[in-house]
């Protein structure tokens, strides 16, 4: 009998964590503790992180799961505007099962994508003993407690020490220990003030990925940011240009020396889409045999560049039916599933309805590959040592979920994020919105 709809198991590579006012309550050393990030509730009924005399909002648009879509914005947020499950892990767990949503690997947001608001200390006070401890705190938290509380339900990702490469490898080795492999990187280092991926300044890191078998998450934005430059210019051009931002790092990775050096490397382009892929895959081919007998550039045994491609990275789509009806030009071993929630991009609570349309003309064999099979060959992730395979499809898991209210949360406060005098919100006016987010003085110390 062909699939249903309810019989997928869905594992996210890519969702959010908001994280709660205690996380580093277990893991900083009693002599850090004064100095650990803290959250604090600002007059405007807002909520911030401060962390060595700076301010890190959970901005709008990084946590409007369940918000009416009509009242999306980048202003900075409370605890209370919040959907739970953004922060809270049993909450978060009802809403994966709404969702019908096995597993989830789940990026940061106050330390940024690779950890860079510890990496600044090192930049700015060279702060080392500080950043190291914070952030190994972080991942710790991460791994025993948001993803160990509840076995086989998530993926664990480690943030990287970005200013040491040897002691980035250090990390790797160390929470492989704790059952992670996968840590974050940034899709260009130069933006972030760090050496190319084309040095070998990164060659220990590349070492102990390989060595443990730990995959490196590139997150869209995590080097390159938002594109930001016309300020005039609908929202709509940032949203819709950023996940294709990493086509260029997948060119660069191609032709980079590290998957040389490091044959068993594999590297996720985390919240990338897939559908732009097959065009990339054509147009390095088509360079590398056009223009090679000048440049000298070779890859070793005849290969191509999408050769390269489909043996080192791992994609992923939210909703993208261009991406599944060209699998086979990526590659179906290559593709992976991904929710984005809390984000606002994401498909939470109708993810396998919206998902079905795109999948369910193929095969089950493919369904499956793409929706959790990939993922657990890719990510080392096993849930069914926890947790019985017939328990943890769609139907089984939105069984257990009749108490979970999806009802939109309108009214929870919030400013509109534009005049509109134009007819449209534009760059300009999410600029502004949170700009305040990082800037605004607060007197209110009480935590949150």
């Keep these: 009998m062909a699939m249903q709809m309810e019989d997928m198991i869905l594992v996210s590579v890519d969702d959010h964590v908001c994280e709660p006012p205690n996380m580093w309550d277990n893991h900083v050393p009693a002599s850090w503790k ?3 990030p803290r959250l604090i509730h600002k007059d ?9 005399g700076k301010q890190i909002p959970n901005v709008g648009l990084n946590a409007v799961a369940g918000r009416p879509a009509d009242e999306y914005g980048m202003e900075p947020t ?25 597993g989830s690997l789940c990026f940061p947001s106050v330390p940024g994508f690779v950890g860079e608001l510890f990496a600044k200390q090192v930049k700015e006070n060279n702060e080392v003993e500080l950043a190291t401890t914070m952030l190994r705190a972080y991942n710790d938290w991460h791994i025993d407690e948001w993803c160990g509380t509840y076995p086989g339900r998530f993926i664990p990702l480690a943030l ?14 160390r929470v492989a220990k704790k059952g992670c492999y996968a840590i974050t990187f940034p899709d260009t280092p130069g933006g972030l003030g760090y050496p190319s991926i084309h040095s070998d300044h990164w060659d220990p890191f590349w070492q102990a990925c390989s060595d443990e078998g730990t995959i490196v998450c590139i997150h869209i934005g995590s080097g390159t940011g938002m594109n930001l ?12 240009s950023t996940p294709i931002s990493l086509y260029n790092c997948a060119v660069e990775l191609v032709f980079s020396q590290a998957l040389r050096k490091f044959p068993d490397l594999k590297i996720a382009l985390s919240e990338g889409g897939t559908g732009w892929i097959p065009y990339c895959l054509e147009r390095m081919d088509y360079v590398y045999e056009h223009h090679n007998a000048w440049t000298l550039y070779s890859f070793p045994d005849g ?4 050769d390269i491609f489909r043996e080192h990275i791992i994609t992923c789509f939210i909703d993208d039916a261009v991406g599944v009806a060209t699998r086979d030009l990526i590659g179906i071993d290559n593709i992976t599933w991904e929710c984005d929630y809390p984000h606002s991009d994401t498909t939470w609570p109708v993810a396998p ?31 069914f040592q926890h947790i019985p395979k017939d328990q943890c499809t769609v139907g089984a898991l ?10 939109p949360m309108g009214g929870k406060g919030g400013k509109s994020p534009s005049d509109y005098n134009l007819g449209y919100a534009t760059v300009g006016d999410i600029i502004k919105q949170m700009s305040t987010a990082f800037s605004t003085p607060f007197e209110d110390k009480t935590s949150a």
Aim: glycine residues 4%; aromatic residues 8%; proline residues 5%.
């Design 34 to 36: 004064d100095r650990a």
């Design 303 to 306: 290969k191509m560049p999408s």
């Design 160 to 173: 990287p020490m970005m200013w040491d490469p040897q002691l980035m490898a250090d990390e790797v080795r």
């Design 78 to 102: 409370s605890l209370k505007q919040l959907r739970k499950g953004c922060y809270d892990i049993d909450a978060r767990i009802d809403d994966m099962n709404v969702n019908g949503m096995l």
């Design 398 to 407: 939105r069984a257990q979920a009749s108490h979970v209210d999806v009802t």
């Design 44 to 52: 405007g009924d807002v909520d911030v992180w401060t962390f060595e």
């Design 353 to 383: 309805e919206r998902l079905w349309e795109s999948v369910k003309g193929i095969s089950d064999e493919e369904i499956n590959k793409i929706t959790y099979q990939n993922t657990m060959k890719h990510f080392k992730y096993d849930p």
């Design 229 to 240: 430059q016309d300020t005039i210019a609908p929202i709509e051009v940032m949203i819709s």
